[in-house]
């Protein structure tokens, strides 16, 4: 079992930064990949970025070039950080873990970008 915890969502203006952590705890040794998702008001959920356990990122076209995804080993912890917020980033921001037999979810965040 994997635990997921994220945090550092909030209300950010348009051209803003923020940062969203995903802390994991349980059997974290069996991870491979971490994936942020998000889903917005009526919209289906969808990739925004995604880190293996060997440290390879892939980006949604939408974020690519704004956004880093990254990850702190020591405290299995995974780290998206987003810069020039668009209002249409506004959404509920999800963590996901992968691992060989399962997947494991978050809570969930929210982000609101808007002046």
């Known amino acids: 079992q994997v635990q997921l915890v994220e945090s550092g969502g909030g209300l950010v203006q348009p051209g803003g930064s923020l940062r969203l952590s995903c802390a994991a705890s349980?059997?974290?040794?069996?991870?491979?990949?971490t994936t942020w998702y998000r889903q917005a008001p009526g919209k289906s959920r969808e990739l925004v970025a995604s880190?293996?356990?060997?440290?390879?990122?892939v980006y949604a076209d939408s974020v690519e070039g704004r956004s880093t995804i990254s990850r702190n080993n020591a405290k299995n912890t995974v780290f998206l950080e987003m810069n020039s917020l668009k209002p249409e980033d506004t959404a509920v921001y999800y963590c996901?873990?992968?691992?060989?037999?399962?997947?494991?979810w978050g809570q969930g965040t929210q982000v609101t970008v808007s002046s």
């Open positions: 996901s873990v992968a691992t060989m037999q399962n997947r494991y």
């Open positions: 349980g059997n974290t040794f069996t991870i491979r990949a």
């Open positions: 880190i293996s356990d060997g440290g390879t990122a």
